[in-house]
């Protein structure tokens, strides 16, 4: 499950540090990793008014993203653009989202997903929708004797 | 005859007294040039000990402060060679960076600055400053810009995050560090 706790790391080919803007930018096969949580991109722009990390926007062809859920499934997540908040724990997705909680798929416009409750609000912006593809459970899931 | 005789006779020793004079003075100057010796460029010119300078710019402002325990001029390029040197360099209001390393080489204008051996770079905190400490190896100054550079691989460490990787140049006055390649970096959430 995602712990907000954890430092959070970064790997990346170069990265440029504005100390007086607060906002730091990492580029080429970009890695943020906190934990189970590991979010990739080719572009992460780092914003930290103050000295107080904020948010971390991923950008590539699609930023991706894999964590756990509180029952250790594995989650996964892509689009074009990601931002990830440590103190929601939250991110929210734009451009092409995609969700997947185990075999279910949520896909829209904008989904913010939250790390810590595994939960997630999917909304579609104006032309898209929001599409739940929710897998059938296998009967010996639900206990049922066939 | 005889006045048109002594007329040839006074121009005659005029002359000699000319040609005497001159002959006197390129003797005179001759002497007081000292054969100039084969320079040795590795010789040094001078040397200092427990020294500190204050380099101005062509303004008159402080450049930079340099310290070291020995200092040595060569007579060739007029460069010098600094152990121990410390390297101030003020930016008001915010606080100075003091740039410490092995040895150093000082170009004969002053305008760059090589940092030799393991070095590190302090800035203290402040209101709006963050305290940083970056530790690398022979990094290159270049005093009227306020840049410092290295090849080699630097660390970064301030409270809330550090960041490493392979080349490194720091901006003194606009407070920017890039990071040329192999980059890996830490936040700490609050």
Same mark, same amino acid.
């Given at each position: 499950q995602?712990?907000?706790?954890?430092?959070?790391?970064?790997?990346?080919?170069?990265?440029?540090?504005?100390?007086?803007?607060?906002?730091?930018?990492?580029?080429?096969?970009?890695?943020?990793?906190?934990?189970?949580?590991?979010?990739?991109?080719?572009?992460?722009?780092?914003?930290?008014?103050?000295?107080?990390?904020?948010?971390?926007?991923?950008?590539?062809?699609?930023?991706?993203?894999?964590?756990?859920?509180e029952s250790n499934r594995e989650v996964r997540a892509e689009a074009r653009r990601m931002e990830f908040f440590p103190d929601g724990p939250r991110v929210a997705l734009t451009g092409e989202a995609r969700v997947w909680q185990g075999d279910d798929e949520f896909r829209g416009s904008r989904i913010v997903y939250n790390l810590e409750a595994a939960t997630l609000e999917a909304s579609t912006g104006d032309t898209g929708r929001v599409e739940a593809i929710f897998a059938p459970r296998d009967r010996s899931e639900d206990g049922d004797t066939p | 005859m005889s006045r048109r005789f002594s007329g040839l006779l006074l121009i005659l020793v005029l002359a000699l007294v000319v040609a005497l004079g001159f002959w006197l003075s390129k003797s005179a100057q001759e002497q007081r040039v000292v054969p100039t010796a084969q320079v040795d460029p590795e010789a040094n010119q001078?040397?200092?000990?427990?020294?500190?300078?204050?380099?101005?710019?062509?303004?008159?402002?402080?450049?930079?402060?340099?310290?070291?325990?020995? @200092?040595?001029?060569?007579? #060739?390029?007029? $460069? &010098?060679?600094?152990?121990?040197?410390?390297?101030?360099?003020?930016?008001?209001?915010?606080?100075?960076?003091? @740039?410490?390393?092995?040895? #150093?080489?000082? $170009? &004969?204008?002053?305008?760059e600055v090589q940092l030799l051996g393991h070095v590190q770079l302090d800035r203290p905190g402040a209101p709006d400053h963050p305290p940083m400490t970056i530790t690398s190896r022979d990094v290159t100054v270049w005093t009227l810009p306020r840049q410092a550079h290295t090849n080699a691989r630097a660390r970064m460490v301030t409270t809330h995050r550090e960041a490493e990787g392979v080349g490194m140049t720091l901006d003194l006055t606009r407070d920017t560090l890039e990071l040329e390649s192999q980059v890996r970096g830490t936040y700490v959430p609050h």
């Amino acid at each position: 499950q995602h712990n907000p706790d954890l430092p959070i790391r970064i790997e990346a080919d170069r990265a440029n540090l504005d100390d007086q803007r607060g906002v730091s930018v990492y580029q080429g096969n970009v890695t943020i990793t906190q934990g189970d949580t590991v979010i990739t991109g080719d572009e992460v722009t780092v914003h930290a008014p103050d000295r107080q990390l904020e948010r971390m926007v991923s950008e590539g062809r699609l930023a991706t993203l894999t964590t756990r859920d509180e029952s250790n499934r594995e989650v996964r997540a892509e689009a074009r653009r990601m931002e990830f908040f440590p103190d929601g724990p939250r991110v929210a997705l734009t451009g092409e989202a995609r969700v997947w909680q185990g075999d279910d798929e949520f896909r829209g416009s904008r989904i913010v997903y939250n790390l810590e409750a595994a939960t997630l609000e999917a909304s579609t912006g104006d032309t898209g929708r929001v599409e739940a593809i929710f897998a059938p459970r296998d009967r010996s899931e639900d206990g049922d004797t066939p | 005859m005889s006045r048109r005789f002594s007329g040839l006779l006074l121009i005659l020793v005029l002359a000699l007294v000319v040609a005497l004079g001159f002959w006197l003075s390129k003797s005179a100057q001759e002497q007081r040039v000292v054969p100039t010796a084969q320079v040795d460029p590795e010789a040094n010119q001078f040397f200092a000990e427990d020294f500190v300078v204050w380099s101005m710019d062509a303004s008159g402002q402080l450049k930079y402060r340099l310290s070291g325990t020995r @200092l040595e001029q060569r007579q #060739g390029d007029q $460069s &010098s060679h600094v152990e121990s040197p410390v390297l101030i360099m003020e930016h008001p209001p915010a606080p100075d960076w003091t @740039l410490r390393s092995e040895r #150093g080489w000082v $170009s &004969s204008g002053g305008d760059e600055v090589q940092l030799l051996g393991h070095v590190q770079l302090d800035r203290p905190g402040a209101p709006d400053h963050p305290p940083m400490t970056i530790t690398s190896r022979d990094v290159t100054v270049w005093t009227l810009p306020r840049q410092a550079h290295t090849n080699a691989r630097a660390r970064m460490v301030t409270t809330h995050r550090e960041a490493e990787g392979v080349g490194m140049t720091l901006d003194l006055t606009r407070d920017t560090l890039e990071l040329e390649s192999q980059v890996r970096g830490t936040y700490v959430p609050h």
